[in-house]
């Protein structure tokens, strides 16, 4: 089983920058998107950031013009520039993939174990 793992957490103050990575631990052969989710407590699971294997993004409003997502496919890893940070961002931050793990069609939908993202005012 492929697991996804993050890395790039932490504390930072109201106005700092951040930068999440995640990438699964074994062989794929493919990747369809990748995506970055977040969950606040208390709260449910929002989609932050997605990206396709051709690089196509797309942000949550929330996060526009101040998140960046991009994907470097030969390390298939996908990475999350966090900007401008708010106190609002602190969350758990999850990363969600869907690749193909065998070369013989098998797809797979997994999540990370999560990330923790605070920032503080």
């Known amino acids: 089983q492929v697991q996804l793992v993050e890395s790039g957490g932490g504390l930072v103050q109201e106005g700092g920058s951040l930068r999440l990575s995640c990438a699964p631990s074994?062989?794929?052969?493919?990747?369809?998107?990748m995506a970055w989710y977040r969950q606040a407590p208390g709260k449910q699971r929002d989609l932050v950031a997605s990206?396709?294997?051709?690089?196509?993004?797309d942000y949550s409003d929330s996060v526009k013009g101040r998140f960046t997502i991009s994907l470097d496919n030969a390390k298939n890893t996908v990475y999350l520039q966090m900007n401008s940070l708010k106190p609002e961002d602190t969350a758990v931050y999850y990363c969600?993939?869907?690749?193909?793990?065998?070369?013989?069609?098998?797809?797979?939908?997994?999540w990370g174990q999560g990330t923790l993202v605070t920032v503080s005012s």
């Open positions: 969600n993939a869907d690749v193909e793990t065998t070369g013989r069609g098998n797809w797979y939908v997994g």
């Open positions: 990206i396709t294997s051709g690089g196509n993004p």
């Open positions: 074994g062989t794929i052969f493919d990747i369809n998107f």
